[in-house]
């Protein structure tokens, strides 16, 4: 997998949900702190987030907001509307709603999802963003992530055959959209990109972080993954250091015990196979890094995952 891609199926778990909501102004949803991340799409009409700090975000047709950080946060069609508690159901998805009941006020239309997140494994690259994702609609930009808001909207609408399995693939698909077009707005709009979009986009820090992820296994070295930036070890080491905001090879063990840590709770490959993939020749070794990092042994561990 690249990047992204591992820090999101490192941190995921349980099922993503999603629906589509027909409101009538006035209306209000505040919705508590929880361990997951959520989004809201405007198709139609217009809303207010209010976000536990910050300012509100007067959210527009098509615009899109993701909320990483697990903190609650209303939204509303004004920001002096009234509003009711919603409490998420103990898979993490929402209750059911009654039928909207039309009235005068104007209707706004939404698409609403959310993704149960383990935040004990959370990778920098995602702990960076910020608190709202807010992803203005501009005709020509996330092309990608309009196409699978609009196919997302009419499976939930059209429920046919099959949908149930099609909307767990396009939330999943929705959420890597949304992730890819911030970072491309950070890499991109300021001219400027810090922390990981830097990171992402640095030729020799990039290339050696695909690297690390792309086979973990390998007895990987300073000064082999600054070759494959062209950089000596030294200027590499200062690099990868300075985006990253830790060492090279501290990041890699980093990586090695969260993809341990996965294998453990997903796979049933005996322990010599998950030290091997993630580069230790000694067993023993192995889950003595593993305890350090997880406060238990690997096969308690596995034993508590399942």
Avoid at 81 to 108: F, H, I, K, M
Avoid at 149 to 176: F, W
Avoid at 293 to 306: H, I
Wanted: aromatic share 8%.
């Amino acid at each position: 997998m690249d990047v992204l891609s591992d820090a999101i199926a490192a941190m995921r778990t349980g099922r993503p949900h999603s629906r589509r909501q027909d409101k009538y102004a006035p209306w209000g949803l505040r919705f508590p702190d929880s361990d997951g991340a959520g989004f809201h799409v405007v198709l139609q009409g217009s809303a207010w987030l209010v976000p536990a700090a910050g300012e509100p975000v007067a959210l527009g047709p098509g615009d899109v907001a993701f909320l990483a950080r697990g903190r609650g946060y209303t939204l509303a069609s004004g920001l002096d509307a009234p509003v009711e508690d919603v409490r998420p159901l103990p898979d993490g998805s929402w209750p059911e709603p009654p039928p909207a009941v039309r009235r005068e006020g104007p209707a706004t239309v939404l698409l609403c999802g959310a993704y149960q997140l383990d935040r004990g494994r959370a990778h920098p690259l995602l702990s960076e963003l910020p608190e709202v994702v807010h992803l203005p609609s501009r005709i020509g930009t996330h092309r990608s992530l309009r196409a699978a808001v609009e196919l997302l909207g009419m499976e939930l609408e059209e429920q046919q055959p099959g949908s149930d399995t099609i909307v767990t693939s396009l939330l999943d698909t929705l959420l890597l959209y949304i992730l890819r077009a911030w970072w491309g707005t950070e890499r991109h709009g300021s001219g400027h990109p810090r922390g990981w979009a830097a990171a992402l986009a640095d030729p020799a820090v990039g290339a050696a972080l695909r690297a690390v992820h792309g086979d973990p296994s390998h007895p990987w070295t300073v000064e082999e993954l600054g070759a494959r930036g062209g950089l000596s070890r030294a200027a590499f080491a200062r690099r990868f250091t300075a985006l990253v905001g830790e060492p090279p090879l501290t990041y890699l063990t980093w990586w090695r015990m969260i993809t341990a840590g996965r294998l453990l709770r997903e796979d049933s490959v005996p322990l010599r196979l998950v030290a091997r993939r993630t580069g230790y020749t000694s067993e023993f070794a192995f889950a003595k890094a593993f305890k350090r990092k997880y406060g238990v042994a690997p096969g308690q561990y596995r034993k508590q995952a399942s």
